[in-house]
């Protein structure tokens, strides 16, 4: 089965602090998300990349990087984390194959309070 | 991308089967249906996808009717554990960025 594990389960940030947070995939998939879920708002696309050192902005990057320095990591950094940004964060992979995605994994959530 | 639309939330008990249907009018040749469940504090999880008539596996069903333009996933003999978001999504890139994840139906299964 494929396994999408992110590192913190539930993290608790003051405002400015500088946030990591660390996604790992083990089925060797191209594509990696980072998507934030909020009440009523759904799930919306923060960054994503179809390959290793390759990133593209989703619906709402402002205020966050990310970085794939290997294909099996994606990591999302918060530069100066705001109360805005508690959130629950989803990361997810996907493979391709015959110029179509697979179905999306994700991991089990971060739930982000920033104070 | 085809809109969606679901009901925002449904109601069933123990044993009863559950049908979630969801309206995409839009949808594309090229777009498949995929269905999502999301248990509290967890990610969604793929559950069924199809293109056309029907889909079957150990989950669940899916219908497609011939015009395309709705879909039903039917959950058979639901128990408490299957209490979750379902979310209905229509796209040909249905694991890419182009993936929209509406509000989705939040099922109640009471005892």
């Known amino acids: 089965d494929v396994k999408v594990t992110q590192s913190s389960r539930y993290l608790v940030k003051r405002t400015g602090e500088k946030v990591f947070l660390e996604c790992v995939q083990d089925m060797d998939h191209e594509n990696m998300f980072w998507y934030r879920q909020d009440p009523g708002l759904g799930l919306r696309l923060i960054y994503f990349?179809?390959?290793?050192?390759?990133?593209e902005k989703g619906d709402i990057p402002e205020g966050y990087s990310v970085s794939r320095e290997k294909k099996e990591r994606f990591s999302l950094i918060l530069e100066s984390a705001s109360t805005n940004q508690t959130s629950m964060y989803l990361c997810?992979?996907?493979?391709?194959?015959?110029?179509?995605?697979?179905?999306?994994?994700f991991g089990e959530g971060s739930r982000l309070t920033v104070l | 991308l085809a809109k969606t639309t679901q009901p925002i939330s449904m109601d069933s008990y123990e044993g009863q089967e559950v049908n979630i249907t969801c309206s995409h009018n839009n949808i594309a040749t090229n777009d498949y249906i995929t269905w999502y469940q999301q248990f509290p504090s967890q990610g969604p999880r793929f559950i069924i996808q199809g293109y056309k008539t029907k889909v079957t596996n150990e989950v669940a069903s899916l219908f497609i009717p011939a015009d395309r333009k709705s879909s039903t996933l039917s959950l058979p003999r639901v128990s408490l554990s299957d209490t979750a978001v379902y979310y209905c999504?229509?796209?040909?890139?249905?694991?890419?960025?182009?993936?929209?994840f509406g509000a989705g139906t939040r099922l109640f299964v009471k005892a």
């Open positions: 999504l229509v796209g040909d890139d249905t694991g890419g960025f182009k993936t929209i």
């Open positions: 990349s179809y390959d290793v050192k390759m990133k």
């Open positions: 997810a992979s996907s493979f391709v194959a015959g110029g179509r995605t697979g179905e999306l994994f």
